[in-house]
């Protein structure tokens, strides 16, 4: 009784320690495993063999590579590819896609050989049925095929092939006959592609050449056509324009004055006529006023300055604007309104006693009279040549005041003009521009290219991989077939377990009568079965744990050479059939032959196989 409470204890206290639990499922796990070991045992080692052996026929994907280098000369840096933009920079880059073009991979499989036994005609040629041959081979192949390129920099392109594919024959060949096709293509294609390209842009230089001379002579023609617009600058007309009109107010201004000083010099030659003066006694020759010395002596100065001015503005080319003729013009005015002054005194003084103040030589007054009166009809000639000349240039600056006038009613519709015919020159201009400096681009490499020095190809290494296939892994097979086995062993242990219905314990046959056990009798084994039990344990159960492991060892290791070193795979396979060969091959005495006379040698033998 004591004994019992102490097991409960125990038993009590074991319940209460972490991991209780998992450890009586660690403990039925391990006591079912025991129980029914050969229920998982034979079927874990036949399913991981079968799975090993069935990873013999899975599809393996094999993976060869090779690169090589393209080194590009600088001229090939902006050399235009197209007639539009693009350039070298981006056609660099997706040069690589001619590696698998339909073009390529044709040739490529016909330089392999892949298609010597394609249908042909006489002339040795490909036949349609060879050539769909032919394409289909060289797009399934194209399709293993992958290009990747790096550029080490601007001027050197590193391009990587890589074939992935189900053959482990054809990987490498296959990569390095496309890199040397591709290679072979691509410099015959820079060539033929620079030669047209250069003569496309030589006929288009041309065209544009003539088109911008024509454009500039449109131009040039519509200029002449409206000397007064300038395109540019529209407001430019009215500028013109005021510096006409104030031209115009300039010599209106300097004809007034001419005009005034005409009247002056007449006034005053017919002051200084003798025949005046001698019979109207210093009166004029309608009877009017009369003039003093003192007037004449102020109209001989003001007329001094007169030809002092016109002295300066013809010999020393000064305008009206000269600091020197603005002096004299402030002393002619004054002098004038002194004149005036002089005039209106005159008028208002008595003749007599103007006679009285005027003590004077006759004589002497009527020569220099008759002097001054030829100087005054000199200077008369002169000045009415002025204004004759002032006329005219009036005249000249009404006809461009009148032409500038009508042109700037039109200015809107010649600067539209101008513009369509400017916008036509700066198009042509632009065009003719670049097809210059694309062909500036080209020449330059079409002769690197005729001295080998556009594109330099360097092939590097044979091509490596492709006999050690990538895809599956030997690790993956034999982690794959061995949880395949444990899983298939473990369901078979459960299955055993659900239908196994065999008394174990006394325990078992009480709980399922329901009763108490009063005593058990342990199993009777005699003899015999101690001999069994020792001829199985030692014997039966020894060979078959070893044929089971050793064939799941065996075909295991099959399944990771035939991946890791398929030649060594290959060459353990060969074993069995050199062996059958090599005892099919043995030759055998017949039993009907003479003796002494090998078969082989019978005569009729020989006969025998040469018979048709």
Same mark, same amino acid.
């Given at each position: $009784?004591?004994?019992?409470?102490?097991?409960?204890?125990?038993?009590?206290?074991?319940?209460?320690?972490?991991?209780?639990?998992?450890?009586?499922? *660690?403990?039925?796990?391990?006591?079912?495993?025991?129980?029914?070991?050969?229920?998982?045992?034979?079927? &874990?080692?036949?399913?991981?063999?079968?799975?090993?052996?069935?990873?013999?026929?899975?599809?393996?994907?094999?993976?060869?590579?090779?690169?090589?280098?393209?080194?590009?000369? =600088?001229?090939?840096?902006?050399?235009?590819?197209?007639?539009?933009?693009?350039?070298?920079?981006?056609? +660099?880059?997706?040069?690589?896609?001619?590696?698998?073009?339909?073009?390529?991979?044709?040739?490529?499989?016909?330089?392999?050989?892949?298609?010597?036994?394609?249908?042909?005609?006489?002339?040795?040629?490909?036949?349609?049925?060879?050539? +769909?041959?032919?394409?289909?081979?060289?797009?399934?192949?194209?399709?293993?095929?992958?290009?990747?390129?790096?550029?080490?920099?601007?001027?050197?392109?590193?391009?990587?092939?890589?074939?992935?594919?189900?053959? =482990?024959?054809?990987?490498?060949?296959?990569?390095?006959?496309?890199?040397?096709?591709?290679?072979?293509?691509?410099?015959?294609?820079?060539?033929?592609?620079?030669?047209?390209?250069?003569?496309?842009?030589?006929?288009?230089?041309?065209?544009?050449?003539?088109?911008?001379?024509?454009?500039?002579?449109?131009?040039?023609?519509? /200029?002449?056509?409206?000397?007064?617009?300038?395109?540019?600058?529209?407001?430019?007309?009215?500028?013109?324009?005021?510096?006409?009109?104030?031209?115009? %107010?300039?010599?209106?201004?300097?004809?007034?004055?001419?005009?005034?000083?005409?009247?002056?010099? %007449?006034?005053?030659?017919?002051?200084?006529?003798? #025949?005046?003066?001698?019979?109207?006694?210093?009166?004029?020759?309608?009877? @009017?006023?009369?003039?003093?010395?003192?007037?004449?002596?102020?109209?001989?100065?003001?007329?001094?300055?007169?030809?002092?001015?016109?002295?300066? /503005?013809?010999? %020393? @080319? $000064?305008?009206?604007?000269? =600091?020197?003729?603005?002096? *004299?013009?402030?002393?002619?005015?004054?002098?004038? #309104?002194?004149?005036?002054?002089?005039?209106?005194?005159?008028?208002?003084? =008595?003749?007599?006693?103007?006679?009285?103040?005027?003590?004077?030589?006759?004589?002497?007054?009527?020569?220099?009279?008759?002097?001054? !009166?030829?100087?005054?009809?000199? !200077?008369?000639?002169?000045?009415?040549?002025?204004?004759?000349?002032?006329?005219?240039?009036?005249?000249?600056?009404?006809?461009?005041?009148?032409?500038?006038?009508?042109?700037?009613?039109?200015? &809107?519709?010649?600067?539209?003009?101008?513009?369509?015919?400017?916008?036509?020159?700066?198009?042509?201009?632009?065009?003719?521009?670049?097809?210059?400096?694309?062909?500036?681009?080209?020449?330059?490499?079409?002769?690197?290219?005729?001295?080998?020095?556009?594109?330099?190809?360097?092939?590097?290494?044979?091509?490596?991989?492709?006999?050690?296939?990538?895809?599956?892994?030997?690790?993956?097979? *034999?982690?794959?077939?061995?949880?395949?086995?444990?899983?298939?062993?473990?369901?078979?242990?459960?299955?055993?377990?659900?239908?196994?219905?065999?008394?174990?314990?006394?325990?078992?046959?009480? %709980?399922?009568?329901?009763?108490?056990?009063?005593?058990?009798?342990?199993?009777?084994?005699?003899?015999?079965?101690? /001999?069994?039990?020792?001829?199985?344990?030692?014997?039966?159960?020894?060979?078959?744990?070893?044929?089971?492991?050793?064939?799941?060892?065996?075909?295991?290791?099959?399944?990771?050479?035939?991946?890791?070193?398929?030649?060594?795979?290959?060459?353990?396979?060969?074993?069995?059939?050199?062996?059958?060969?090599? &005892?099919?091959?043995?030759?055998?005495?017949?039993?009907?032959?003479?003796?002494?006379?090998?078969?082989?040698?019978?005569?009729?033998?020989?006969?025998?196989?040469?018979?048709?």
């Amino acid at each position: $009784m004591g004994a019992t409470s102490l097991g409960r204890a125990d038993q009590s206290l074991d319940d209460d320690r972490p991991f209780a639990e998992i450890r009586r499922s *660690l403990h039925d796990v391990v006591r079912l495993l025991s129980l029914h070991r050969w229920m998982f045992f034979i079927p &874990f080692c036949v399913v991981s063999c079968g799975a090993f052996i069935g990873s013999f026929y899975l599809p393996r994907t094999y993976r060869a590579t090779t690169s090589f280098e393209v080194r590009n000369d =600088p001229v090939m840096s902006n050399l235009p590819m197209s007639a539009g933009a693009a350039s070298y920079k981006f056609f +660099r880059k997706t040069m690589v896609r001619d590696l698998t073009s339909a073009e390529s991979m044709a040739e490529v499989v016909e330089n392999l050989g892949l298609v010597d036994d394609a249908e042909r005609d006489a002339n040795g040629e490909l036949t349609p049925q060879g050539i +769909r041959t032919r394409d289909s081979l060289a797009r399934s192949l194209g399709s293993n095929l992958s290009i990747s390129t790096v550029s080490a920099s601007e001027l050197v392109d590193v391009v990587k092939i890589t074939y992935t594919g189900p053959d =482990p024959t054809i990987g490498k060949r296959l990569v390095d006959e496309a890199k040397r096709t591709y290679i072979r293509r691509t410099g015959i294609w820079i060539h033929e592609f620079l030669v047209r390209q250069r003569d496309y842009f030589l006929r288009e230089a041309e065209e544009a050449g003539a088109e911008v001379l024509r454009t500039k002579r449109e131009e040039i023609q519509l /200029r002449l056509d409206n000397p007064h617009v300038n395109p540019t600058d529209p407001g430019e007309i009215s500028v013109k324009l005021a510096q006409l009109e104030a031209e115009r %107010r300039d010599l209106l201004l300097r004809r007034r004055e001419y005009q005034a000083e005409l009247n002056a010099q %007449r006034q005053l030659l017919a002051v200084t006529n003798p #025949q005046i003066v001698k019979t109207s006694e210093n009166v004029d020759a309608s009877g @009017g006023e009369f003039i003093s010395l003192e007037a004449l002596a102020i109209a001989d100065q003001i007329q001094h300055i007169r030809g002092t001015v016109n002295q300066l /503005r013809e010999k %020393r @080319g $000064m305008t009206d604007q000269h =600091p020197k003729i603005k002096e *004299l013009v402030v002393d002619r005015r004054r002098l004038e #309104q002194q004149l005036a002054r002089q005039r209106m005194v005159d008028r208002q003084t =008595p003749v007599d006693e103007i006679k009285s103040r005027q003590i004077f030589d006759s004589s002497s007054v009527l020569s220099s009279l008759r002097g001054e !009166q030829a100087r005054f009809g000199v !200077q008369i000639v002169a000045q009415t040549g002025k204004i004759k000349e002032i006329d005219i240039s009036l005249k000249t600056n009404q006809a461009a005041l009148d032409e500038l006038r009508g042109a700037k009613e039109q200015v &809107f519709e010649k600067q539209e003009e101008f513009a369509d015919v400017l916008g036509s020159v700066k198009i042509a201009k632009q065009r003719h521009a670049r097809i210059s400096s694309t062909l500036e681009k080209i020449l330059p490499a079409i002769k690197a290219l005729e001295q080998n020095r556009l594109l330099q190809f360097s092939e590097g290494q044979p091509a490596r991989g492709g006999s050690i296939p990538i895809s599956p892994k030997a690790s993956t097979i *034999l982690l794959l077939s061995l949880v395949a086995g444990l899983a298939v062993g473990a369901v078979f242990v459960v299955l055993a377990e659900v239908f196994d219905h065999v008394y174990r314990s006394s325990g078992q046959v009480a %709980r399922s009568l329901g009763l108490p056990l009063l005593e058990a009798i342990d199993e009777i084994v005699t003899a015999t079965d101690r /001999r069994r039990y020792m001829v199985y344990h030692a014997v039966v159960s020894p060979i078959l744990v070893i044929l089971c492991l050793g064939l799941t060892g065996l075909t295991g290791s099959m399944a990771y050479l035939s991946i890791t070193q398929p030649w060594t795979y290959e060459r353990i396979r060969s074993i069995p059939n050199a062996a059958l060969d090599l &005892f099919y091959d043995t030759p055998a005495v017949a039993e009907d032959a003479p003796p002494g006379i090998d078969p082989l040698d019978d005569p009729l033998n020989d006969l025998d196989q040469n018979d048709p």
